[in-house]
């Protein structure tokens, strides 16, 4: 008897499927976000009157600009070189860096 799930042919297919369809709706998000953010809608000015500061709002965008970016790498639009940590603004939002 094992513990956990059993690995076979089904679930790694299911797993493998799931994580396929849950990258790819998770970078259109921060597609979708990063039009918003760059629209008139996300200008500083709207987003400070939200009660973002200033910082908050650098902060924003350099996330929401880092996992766009990521979006296009993955989906071969742009190249990124040299490496770079798209977690970095998110680790630090999370208190880990």
């Not at 799931?18 to 976000?33: F, K, P």
């Not at 629209?39 to 973002?52: F, H, K, N, P, R």
């Amino acid at each position: 008897m094992t513990v956990g799930y059993p690995l076979n042919k089904g679930t790694l297919d299911n797993r493998i499927g799931h994580l396929m369809v849950s990258t790819d709706e998770i970078l259109a998000d921060w597609d979708r976000l990063y039009d918003l953010i760059t629209s008139d809608s996300g200008s500083e000015a709207v987003l400070t009157s939200l009660g973002y500061s200033s910082q908050d709002v650098a902060l924003i965008r350099a996330i929401v600009f880092g996992f766009h970016n990521l979006s296009q790498v993955a989906r071969g639009k742009s190249e990124q070189t040299p490496a770079n940590d798209f977690f970095f603004y998110e680790k630090m939002v999370r208190g880990v860096e």
